[in-house]
């Protein structure tokens, strides 16, 4: 199974400030169609997960643009130009290019 | 607007059964493969399994071969778990997602299975 690893597990970050999440998988996640199957989820207090950036850098619809995402091959990063308080929750990345899909351990971003 | 609601969560016993089921509106049902994502108390996010749009092909995580089996009526537009042999560690919340050219774009609220004594 592929292992994907997020550090840092945990950040408590100033209204306004940036923040950066980092993904790294075990295994190459380019697709020989040219894709790369790597997602971003948050999962806001007390809901389900919902999707924010697939395939590496593409906003899902309703995403705000201060979040955006980066990196190739197994490395990727989240990151959140200016954070606001709706933005709380535990971040994970997702896998999708072998079965089973895995998540990372999850990035619990807090407000200061 | 997209909806998944699951229900027929609740206490069991380790070594019961239960069934889960996914009601779902707001889309064609059968065009989309579906999948199942746990998510144990406090812990993190696990997929357990999909299935395709016709049922002809299903896929499981390991932890669960074998117990799991994940169906789906394109009639009713639900999708449903059957769970046998839980055990202790498949307590967890479970969602059903609508699992679209390999990303998870819509999520129920989830329903609560424990299993304990």
């Known amino acids: 199974d592929i292992v994907m690893t997020q550090t840092p597990l945990s950040l408590s970050v100033t209204p306004g400030q940036p923040a950066s999440i980092s993904c790294k998988s075990s295994?190459?996640?380019?697709?020989?169609?040219?894709?790369?199957?790597l997602y971003w989820y948050l999962q806001k207090p007390g809901q389900p997960p919902q999707l924010l950036i697939y395939?590496?850098?593409n906003r899902f619809s309703g995403v705000p643009d201060r979040f955006s995402g980066s990196g190739s091959g197994t490395d990727f990063t989240l990151k959140i130009s200016r954070v606001e308080a709706e933005d709380v929750g535990i971040y994970y990345c997702?896998?999708?290019?072998?079965?089973?899909?895995?998540f990372g351990q999850g990035t619990k971003v807090e407000i200061k | 607007e997209v909806q998944l609601v699951e229900s027929g969560g609740g206490l069991v016993q380790p070594g019961g059964s239960l069934r889960l089921s996914c009601a779902a509106s707001?889309?064609?049902?059968?065009?989309?493969?579906m999948s199942w994502v746990r998510q144990a108390p406090g812990k993190g996010l696990e997929w357990v399994g999909n299935?395709?749009?016709?049922?002809?092909?299903?896929y499981y995580v390991d932890s669960v071969k074998g117990r799991f089996t994940i169906s789906r009526d394109n009639a009713k537009n639900s999708l449903y778990l059957q769970m046998n042999s839980l055990r202790a560690e498949d307590t967890a919340v479970y969602y059903c997602?609508?699992?679209?050219?390999?990303?998870?774009?819509?999520w129920g609220q989830g329903t609560l299975v424990t299993v304990s004594s």
């Open positions: 997602t609508r699992d679209s050219s390999s990303l998870f774009d819509y």
């Open positions: 707001g889309f064609t049902f059968s065009s989309h493969w």
């Open positions: 299935i395709k749009q016709d049922g002809s092909e299903k």
């Open positions: 295994q190459s996640l380019l697709h020989s169609d040219g894709k790369t199957f």
């Open positions: 395939e590496v850098s």
């Open positions: 997702m896998q999708s290019i072998q079965l089973p899909r895995t």
